[in-house]
């Protein structure tokens, strides 16, 4: 677990706190960057310090597998769990997971604790029943009661801004600021650059994010190209890159060629390269989990990927990860002339790549993220199969919107039994 030397207690923090002692789970949910995670990392390591053993699981089947091999053992566990059932949205296949679990997990709960964050939206979902529909676990940092108000958000701009003189115009200007407060603290102090920037860094920072991925791409300067082509390259990789395979792995050789076409590199420019780009990169755009890169957050992951969903749609189709396409690209049809609302993370794609978009989900419909594909629940406007709702009759489906259903928008010459 990270340090917590800079956080800042907020009422939400006291008042997970205190939920947590009195009950065995805690769901902290809210907005992405708000600050979920910090606040169950700053209670999990208080545990620590009080004698519990505290566990970071990643899946369902790790809490009762853990439990199952403590039973008997008296030791007291705190489990940590970030995004139960999905990050970026709803994610069946973990759901599933956790109703699969569901007794097991009652019977962990009755001696052991949990501490889980997920995005509000996520938690909101229709189809999320039981104990994580229980209000008096869940605490929402968006809500009036617990969002951060002014008072808190100048004592977190404090805690990174210690060396820095801010004018008093600058902090009021910052302060307005509702979205990703504590991320955006982090981050801008953590680079001399960054505030350069000044208020705006705060009041537009997907625009600015954006901005400066771009300047790495338009800039001469190799260090700038090496760096793009390090964050089209992890793009390619679905957030998760260990230069020390790309040699050694012919998938990831073909990403890594790929990379450095789109970025105008020469084609013998040695993996080393890329790898020495992302270290400068550490620290805002990415981090270093053992030798693995990620995203430095799921905020500039979302920027990176809306900026190479633009400039490369083919590469985007072709490579991303289907999860992903499913989440953030929209079909744009020329003849479409409905008024919808526009989201700034969302690619909009031309409709000339509904082919391309097609042969890639009925490819993945026999690969392995099948689930991925088809289970979403229907539209309810009138594309519904009247027997086998995974039956696609005369029908290609594509799932590209980000309301989670399906949308029937191209007719094809095939029928296709999804089993």
Not at 33 to 43: F, L, R, V
Not at 49 to 55: E, L
Not at 82 to 87: A, E, K, L, Q, R
Not at 389 to 404: G, H, N
Request: glycine letters at 4%.
């Amino acid at each position: 677990m990270e340090d917590d030397s800079k956080f800042v207690s907020t009422r939400a923090c006291k008042e997970v706190e205190k939920l947590i002692k009195s009950q065995n789970l805690v769901i902290v949910t809210g907005n992405s960057g708000s600050g979920k995670s910090a606040i169950i990392q700053y209670i999990a390591l208080r545990y620590r310090y009080q004698g519990w053993t505290v566990k970071p699981v990643y899946n369902a089947k790790e809490i009762t597998a853990t439990y199952s091999l403590e039973v008997g053992l008296q030791s007291k566990i705190l489990f940590v769990f970030n995004d139960p059932i999905g990050n970026e949205s709803f994610d069946e296949i973990a759901y599933n997971s956790w109703k699969e679990h569901d007794e097991r997990l009652k019977a962990c709960l009755r001696n052991n604790k949990m501490l889980l964050s997920s995005r509000k939206y996520i938690l909101l979902d229709n189809r999320v029943k039981g104990i994580l529909k229980d209000k008096s676990c869940i605490i929402d940092l968006s809500d009036d009661k617990h969002k951060l108000n002014n008072g808190e958000k100048e004592n977190i701009l404090k805690s990174y801004s210690s060396n820095s003189r801010i004018s008093k115009d600058d902090i009021n200007g910052m302060l307005t600021t509702e979205e990703y407060f504590p991320l955006l603290c982090k981050l801008y102090f953590s680079d001399k650059n960054n505030q350069t920037i000044g208020t705006r860094f705060f009041t537009e920072p997907f625009n600015v994010c954006q901005e400066q991925i771009r300047n790495f791409r338009n800039d001469s300067k190799k260090e700038c190209k090496e760096k793009y082509c390090a964050l089209v390259l992890l793009v390619l990789c679905n957030n998760q890159l260990c230069v020390e395979d790309i040699q050694n792995n012919d998938c990831l050789k073909e990403k890594f060629k790929l990379a450095l076409k789109l970025c105008g590199m020469k084609k013998n420019t040695a993996s080393h390269i890329i790898g020495d780009a992302l270290k400068t990169l550490e620290g805002f755009f990415v981090k270093k989990i053992d030798d693995t890169y990620r995203f430095y957050h799921d905020f500039v992951m979302e920027v990176t990927t809306y900026v190479f969903g633009t400039d490369y749609p083919e590469e985007t189709i072709r490579y991303a990860d289907i999860g992903f396409l499913r989440r953030r690209v929209n079909l744009k049809s020329s003849n479409n002339k409905r008024k919808e609302e526009v989201d700034i993370s969302t690619i909009y794609l031309n409709d000339k790549y509904s082919n391309d978009l097609v042969d890639r989900f009925f490819n993945e419909i026999f690969g392995d993220r099948l689930l991925d594909v088809v289970l979403n629940p229907s539209s309810g406007d009138g594309h519904e199969s009247s027997d086998n709702p995974y039956w696609v009759k005369e029908s290609t489906f594509i799932d590209v919107f980000r309301t989670d259903k399906l949308h029937f928008i191209k007719p094809a010459k095939r029928n296709v039994i999804v089993m």
